[in-house]
Each structure stands twice: as structure tokens, then as C-alpha cells.
């Protein structure tokens, strides 16, 4: 199995930016569709954005649409949310699992195990 760590999360203003980085590790993502997820606190974790195997194609939360870029780095065995324009609302903490793309829409397995996270906090 994969191991996933997500990095580059913090404290930024409403309309700031930040990059997170998921890393992977143990044997090679280059073969999964990969997807980013958030859950903010009371809520349940929702889909963010995916990206295909090669990069060519994404796919993104309405929500996020626009201000939110997925991309990644199979060399490096990492995958990238290059978040811009970021509101309070985006204010959650991120994973990053592989993903099945249904309707445009991510999921990410049942028996997914989850890593730590990156915390992301938008202020108004």
C-alpha cells in the first residue's frame, strides 16, 4: 500500500495562497488517479479535486473551481493543490487518497486509512 503525507498547510489570509504537497511512498502512485479531500471541524470529509494517472485530466469541487489547481509529479512521486484566492470557508484539514472519479465527483476507498492531515486555516 501507499503511504501518503501531506505537508505545506498553515494560517493565511482570506484571498491568500498555499501549496500543499502530498508525498507518497512505499511503492510507486504513478498508476492511481489521486485525489485531494478536506474535512472542516463538525463536518464530513468531501471531495476537493483529482487528477488522473498522467496529469491530463482534473477534476474539481465546484466549490473550489477556478481558484484550485491539482497537478503532479510522477518522477517525484508527489501530487500538488496549488490553492489561491482562499476563503474562510476552505478553512479544513487536507488528505490526500487515491481516488475513483464517478460523475465528475472523487471518492476515495471505504477502507481508506487516513493520514494525519495538513491543517488549513483561512482568516476573515
Known amino acids: 500500500q501507499v503511504q501518503l503525507v501531506e505537508s505545506g498547510g498553515g494560517l493565511v489570509q482570506a484571498g491568500g495562497s498555499l501549496r500543499l504537497s502530498c508525498a507518497a511512498s512505499g511503492r510507486t502512485f504513478s498508476g492511481y488517479t489521486m485525489g485531494w479531500f478536506r474535512q472542516a471541524p463538525g463536518k464530513e470529509r468531501t471531495f476537493v479535486a483529482a487528477?488522473?494517472?498522467?496529469?491530463?485530466?482534473?477534476y474539481y469541487a465546484d466549490s473550489v473551481k477556478g481558484r484550485f489547481t491539482i497537478s503532479r509529479d510522477n518522477a517525484k512521486n508527489t501530487m500538488y493543490l496549488q490553492m489561491n484566492s482562499l476563503k474562510p470557508e476552505d478553512t479544513a484539514v487536507y488528505y490526500c487518497?487515491?481516488?475513483?472519479?464517478?460523475?465528475?465527483?472523487?471518492?476515495?476507498?471505504?477502507?481508506?486509512?487516513w493520514g494525519q492531515g495538513t491543517q488549513v486555516t483561512v482568516s476573515s
Open positions: 487518497a487515491p481516488t475513483t472519479v464517478v460523475a465528475g465527483v472523487g471518492h476515495a476507498r471505504e477502507s481508506q486509512i
Open positions: 487528477i488522473i494517472w498522467n496529469g491530463a485530466i482534473t
